[in-house]
């Protein structure tokens, strides 16, 4: 096992721990974690697009502006999912974990067709164990509200599906960055893993998308 990926298993280890910590003491502890999560992943693109951009000062701003307003949507759609209902916020917390971690897996140990010239690292079958391991979640919230319906297992797996979905294509669109960059990471804060915005890429993405389904259709 190489230095890398055993830092990789202990960082998602901790990180995991302060997630939960923070999830299930208080709101007020999740708020904090959550902005400082976010007001770091925003500086890690800040100097993406820096780096980018170099001495086109008008771009600059003008995308600064555009991500910070995203991130206040992020950060409201955060904090209006977990108020809602903490179930549903871990739930698809989880959807990103099992996402991430069945893309990494199988990615790493099956390998195969590069999916595309974005990311090097992502493989079609990468992919598709990112789509695999969504559906567990799905299960284990189904299961533990006990639900009776077959209809409602099925809608879970697809929004488990659609999620683990936007979840790759925000990795994607970062990874898009980070290649007109010319960086590998985001930055170095995560031993195993580099910026905290290369962990939450796709939860940037998943948490608006399922505060929206959330909204419309529960």
């Not at 999740?30 to 000062?57: A, H, P, V």
């Not at 007109?180 to 940037?204: Q, S």
Request: aromatic share 20%; hydrophobic share 50%; proline share 2%.
């Amino acid at each position: 096992m190489s230095i890398n990926f055993s830092n990789r298993i202990l960082t998602s280890i901790l990180l995991l721990v302060i997630l939960f910590i923070g999830l299930y003491t208080n709101i007020f502890l999740f708020l904090y974690l959550f902005t400082i999560t976010c007001i770091i992943s925003f500086f890690e693109f800040n100097n993406l697009i820096k780096k980018i951009y170099k001495n086109e000062r008008n771009k600059i701003f003008v995308i600064n502006i555009f991500s910070l307003s995203y991130l206040i949507l992020f950060i409201f759609s955060g904090y209006k999912l977990y108020n809602s209902s903490l179930s549903i916020f871990v739930f698809v917390i989880l959807i990103c974990i099992f996402s991430d971690t069945g893309g990494y897996l199988i990615g790493k140990f099956i390998g195969g067709k590069k999916l595309t010239k974005i990311s090097p690292n992502k493989t079609i079958s990468g992919s598709i164990g990112s789509f695999f391991f969504s559906l567990f979640p799905a299960f284990i919230f189904w299961s533990h509200f006990n639900y009776n319906y077959k209809y409602e297992v099925f809608y879970l797996l697809l929004i488990s599906s659609f999620l683990s979905l936007v979840c790759q294509l925000g990795d994607l669109l970062i990874s898009y960055f980070k290649r007109k960059a010319k960086v590998k990471d985001t930055g170095t804060i995560l031993p195993g893993h580099g910026g905290l915005l290369d962990r939450i890429d796709g939860v940037i993405f998943v948490l608006p998308a399922a505060y929206i389904i959330y909204k419309i259709f529960i």
